[in-house]
């Protein structure tokens, strides 16, 4: 945990000696007082700090290199997952990483952006963002899943589509496409969270799904903040006014319809503690799968579709 | 994603036609110079070298469509300003001086028509009204045609041209993929022909939702298409492109569209395919 944001310094402080006194009171139970205030003072700085982020600070949590990714949660959340590979056309894409797995007893398809915590890992994972077998693969577990009644959970985190030339060969726009219209027709129940990164179309192909729910400091757009300054304005750095002005935020998705639900990270952000973000993430996820229960496979269709049907602003 | 004041500076081809005897046009292929009436007559198609250049939409009416006829829907859909955009000049400013450029009132242009005597639902993107980004409106009135054109029983004949998703709308442009997408999955559901056409140029989140998923994907030569656009590609890896990189030629070569299809031939192809698909 070496990487600190300058704004979560007091907090990440905070969060440290709790840590460190928990230890502590676990031996000597006189501790368990002091605690208990240190607990709440360090909930409520953190509930001081983060209640206060810029957009832009959202969007660096959403980064952050702590950050879990999807494989830390489909270990926390799934039993028996068997990681399945390949898009039978192509290759391998490490950047999605997709398998069967176990969730409260139930079998599901599980498939997400996958990031690396090393430079190394990093250079398999391409920092998450996919080439078309990626999304080939996607499709695939999708078809799967729908041959075989189950249902599919998606996590969301990439900063976007790999912009290569390769990629452009092969057919991202075709890939990225199709992904969206296979989602559109599975009769099984989908259900997505933004993670991390909500990188546009790369992201948004493996997003259409009955329930989308957000992570609170994910951001998801249209186009990143930094792109999205150096057209407006010919500088980068602007990219904290871009970030206000897109509406890239879990509250301001939330208002615009574009997101069901917001799933609220520990204190701190969920860099902070992996285990609890999980915990916190699995109560909207079942919730969210309950909710379609119900549905055949038609209904579930539907349900999409009229989902994303209405979104939109417009006068008529 | 597109650029929100970079829309090219080009006259509509209409308003070039009309600008009468004497006035030349360079062909931006070749170089060589043609009378404005001469070009016009072509199809903007370059006489000497086959460029093909930008045409307005309602030149692709008269290219495609019998009498160049379209009984429009939802012209009244227009847009709003969702984020309460500005940078410096507000989204609403940029949407009017759209509107008085374009002559058009929003990045597509939907309807009824026929074509060499079938009913189709027709769809053209108008590139110069803000890069053909495609907004809530656009999404709602593509969305709407393939919802027509299932009920009415007709195939969808759409001629793409869009820098892609548009910005100034945030999220809930790029929601108009997956909607747009979805009524295409519907639409396909009943098994009617949806036939894109790539016009150059066709990128980012147009280029990655209906612009290549059709039964047949025809392209225009040297056009255009690709989901990244290639400065960002350039900057990205640091590399320059190579020659004829995303255009209509490469993408036939790496199987991603069917056919190119000279403006000449483009009615007698879509025709032809309609017949196939369709029956006679
Ligand atoms: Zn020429």
């Given amino acids: 945990m070496n990487h600190v944001l300058a704004f979560e310094r007091p907090v990440v402080e905070l969060v440290k000696r709790v840590a460190e006194l928990r230890e502590l009171a676990r031996e000597d139970a006189r501790l368990s007082a002091e605690l208990k205030r240190l607990e709440e003072k360090a909930a409520k700085a953190a509930r001081e700090v983060f209640a206060r982020l810029t957009p832009m600070q959202k969007v660096q949590l959403s980064r952050h290199p702590n950050r879990p990714y999807t494989l830390d949660y489909v270990h926390r959340l799934f039993d028996d997952f068997i990681e399945l590979r390949g898009d039978r056309r192509f290759a391998d894409d490490a950047s999605i990483v997709g398998g069967l797995g176990r969730y409260h007893g139930r079998s599901v398809v599980v498939v997400g952006h996958q990031k690396g915590r090393s430079t190394k890992e990093n250079m398999v994972r391409n920092f998450g963002m996919p080439n078309p077998e990626g999304y080939r693969k996607a499709i695939r577990l ?45 009769g099984v129940p989908i259900v997505t969270t933004i993670i991390g990164e909500g990188g546009s179309g790369g992201a948004l192909a493996l997003g259409v799904a009955n329930r989308v729910l957000i992570l609170e400091f994910s951001y998801y757009s249209v186009i990143s903040p930094e792109g999205c300054a150096a057209i407006l304005w010919k500088d980068g750095t602007r990219a904290p006014e871009a970030a206000e002005r897109l509406r890239i935020t879990a509250p301001e998705l939330l208002d615009l319809g574009c997101v069901d639900a917001i799933v609220e990270e520990p204190p701190g952000g969920a ?25 055949d496979a038609e209904a579930l269709r539907e349900d999409r579709y009229s989902r994303f049907r209405r979104l939109g602003s417009f006068v008529a | 994603m597109v650029l929100p004041n970079k829309t090219p500076a080009q006259t509509p081809a209409s308003e070039k036609r009309s600008l009468g005897r004497g006035v030349f046009q360079k062909c931006d292929g070749c170089g060589q110079v043609h009378t404005a009436e001469d070009f016009a007559e ?164 147009v280029a990655a939702s209906t612009a290549l998923l059709g039964d ?65």
């Fill in chain 1, 142 to 186: 999708y078809e799967l899943a729908d041959r075989f009644g189950l249902p599919v959970v998606t996590f969301i985190d990439t900063p976007g589509a790999f912009p290569g030339i390769e990629a452009e060969e092969r057919g991202q726009s075709e890939a990225i496409g199709s992904s969206l219209e296979v989602m559109s027709r599975l």
């Fill in chain 2, 216 to 280: 047949v994907n025809l392209a225009e030569p040297g056009a255009l298409i690709g989901f990244a656009g290639p400065r960002v590609i350039e900057s990205t890896l640091r590399t320059t492109l190579p020659e004829g990189f995303q255009r209509s030629e490469f993408l036939l070569a790496h199987g991603m569209v069917d056919l190119i299809v000279p403006r000449a031939e483009m009615k007698s192809t879509l025709h032809a395919l309609l017949s196939h698909l369709e029956g006679p």
């Fill in chain 2, 42 to 205: 072509s199809w903007w198609v370059c006489a000497s070298c086959g460029a093909h250049h930008p045409m307005s939409p309602a030149e692709w009416r008269r290219l495609l469509l019998d009498d160049g006829a379209l009984e429009t829907w939802d012209e009244h859909v227009s847009p709003t300003d969702p984020l309460g955009f500005d940078d410096g000049k507000s989204y609403r400013a940029r949407l009017e001086r759209a509107v008085g450029r374009s002559g058009h009132s929003e990045a597509v242009e939907v309807g009824r028509a026929t074509l060499s005597g079938r009913r189709v639902a027709y769809g053209s993107y108008v590139f110069p009204f803000m890069g053909g980004s495609m907004g809530s409106v656009v999404g709602e009135r593509v969305t709407r045609l393939f919802e027509r054109a299932h009920d009415e029983r007709l195939p969808v004949i759409l001629i793409h041209a869009s820098g892609g998703a548009r910005m100034q709308e945030g999220l809930l442009s790029l929601m108009q993929m997956a909607k747009t997408v979805g009524a295409l999955r519907r639409f396909r559901a009943a098994r009617r022909v949806f036939v894109s056409v790539l016009v150059h140029p066709t990128t980012g989140g």
């Fill in chain 1, 271 to 295: 860099h902070q503690d992996h285990d609890e973000a999980a915990r916190r993430l699995d109560r909207a996820l079942y919730e969210a799968l309950m909710s379609l229960g119900g549905l």
